[in-house]
Structure formats: structure tokens, C-alpha cells
């Protein structure tokens, strides 16, 4: 089992919809909780980051940690075709190296 | 300074031919991790320095994977007698305590 699940999606909206993408984790020492989202033949690039429980807004993005069932969730609202990449969820906490899901394509069509 | 740079951004090689990728990393960042990742899958972690010393090195890793950084500035990431499954985008990331990742674009290597 890998230490973090993420479905591959795709995942296919219109513009404007509300986005859930979800992933689980195995690692109960696990307290850090980012997403990121990629661009085709691009890096990773730091969305959201945050520690243990609870929920984070940042503009149209809120990440959620429910740590009691190791669920780990990226709301977009308004979504934009500019929304269009892999978001891929990732952790750490005892170790210093962050552990990433497989990633979900997501495609918000106009 | 705008960010990790990655050197080359694209490199075709033939199997059994060695290759060096460089990274440059965001100058006040102490953490430097080099990832892989193939096509459809997250990013595989491969190694870590702290400064210029290399702390942690994966068991996926073969002995034809090195990485070092001199000086705890650049680092490098060397394959030795490329196989086709080497194939991938080679990412590198630095940090400072642990707060967020930043990548680079990433160094796409085919092996033909």
C-alpha cells in the first residue's frame, strides 16, 4: 500500500463548478499537508501547505485535513479553464521527505 | 534570484552512456531533494542534502545513481550506464525547514 492514494482521475467540469479532489494517507506520523498542482512538462508548484487538522482558505482554494480518517481534500470554487493541471496532494512529518499521491488531471472545459 | 534552475531541460541519451543533470537552487534555501517522476505517477523521492551533506538516499536508488553539493550550493545528479527504465523527468526541489517545496522545471531524460 502506498503511504498516500490519490485517484488519477481525470476529472472533467465546466467552467465555474465547484472541485473536490481527495486523497488518503497511511502514515499516522504524517502532520504536514500540502498540494500542488502541475502543468504539462512543468514542476510541481506549491498551492496550499498545512499542518495537522483542520481547513485553510487561500482565495478560490480550501484544503481540508481530517487527520481522525486520514483524508486529505482541495476544494477549487469558480473553477477556470486556467484550473486545468495535476493536483497532487503530499506529505511528511517525522522524516524530511515529502510523499506525494499519484496526482489527479483535472480538466475544466468553458 | 527567481526561483531552481534546472540544466539541461531536455536530454536524449544511449543506453549504457552516462549522464549529469545540475541544479541551482533558491540561494537561502539549506534543503536540496532531488525527485523523479514517470509518466502518470507523482514524484518519487531520490535523495536529500542538508548543506552539502547528503542525509538521505533512497533504497529504490541503484549504485549507478549519485548525487553530491559542493559547498552546499548546486548540487548534481549523475546516472551511470543508462538503462531504458531511467527514462523520466528528473525534479529538484529546495526548501528552507521544511516549509514547502519549491521545484524546478524539471530535466526530461529519454534513453534510446
Known amino acids: 500500500q502506498k503511504e498516500v492514494e490519490q485517484d488519477p482521475g481525470p476529472l472533467s467540469v465546466p467552467e465555474g463548478a465547484i472541485v473536490s479532489l481527495n486523497c488518503t494517507y497511511s502514515n499516522s506520523a504524517f502532520q504536514y499537508f500540502m498540494w500542488y498542482r502541475q502543468y504539462s512538462r512543468k514542476g510541481p508548484e506549491l498551492l496550499m501547505y498545512t499542518y495537522s487538522s483542520g481547513n485553510k482558505e487561500d482565495g478560490r482554494f480550501t484544503a481540508q485535513v481530517d487527520k481522525s480518517s486520514k483524508y486529505i481534500s482541495l476544494f477549487i470554487r469558480d473553477s477556470q479553464p486556467s484550473d486545468s493541471a495535476t493536483y497532487l496532494c503530499a506529505s511528511f512529518g517525522n522524516t524530511d521527505k515529502l510523499i506525494f499521491g499519484t496526482g489527479t488531471r483535472l480538466q475544466v472545459f468553458p | ?112
Open chain 2, 1 to 112: 534570484d527567481t526561483g531552481v534552475s534546472q540544466d539541461p531541460r531536455h536530454k536524449i541519451t544511449k543506453r549504457g552512456q552516462n549522464v549529469t543533470f545540475r541544479c541551482d537552487p533558491i540561494s537561502e534555501h539549506n534543503r536540496l531533494y532531488w525527485y523523479r517522476q514517470t509518466l502518470g505517477q507523482g514524484p518519487e523521492f531520490l535523495t536529500y542534502f542538508q548543506n552539502e551533506a547528503q542525509l538521505e538516499k533512497s533504497r529504490l536508488l541503484s549504485d549507478r545513481f549519485s548525487a553530491e553539493r559542493p559547498k552546499g550550493s548546486f548540487s548534481t545528479l549523475e546516472i551511470q550506464r543508462t538503462e531504458q527504465g531511467d527514462s523520466a523527468m528528473y525534479l529538484c526541489a529546495s526548501s528552507q525547514n521544511n516549509y514547502g517545496y519549491t521545484f524546478g522545471s524539471g530535466t526530461r531524460l529519454t534513453v534510446v
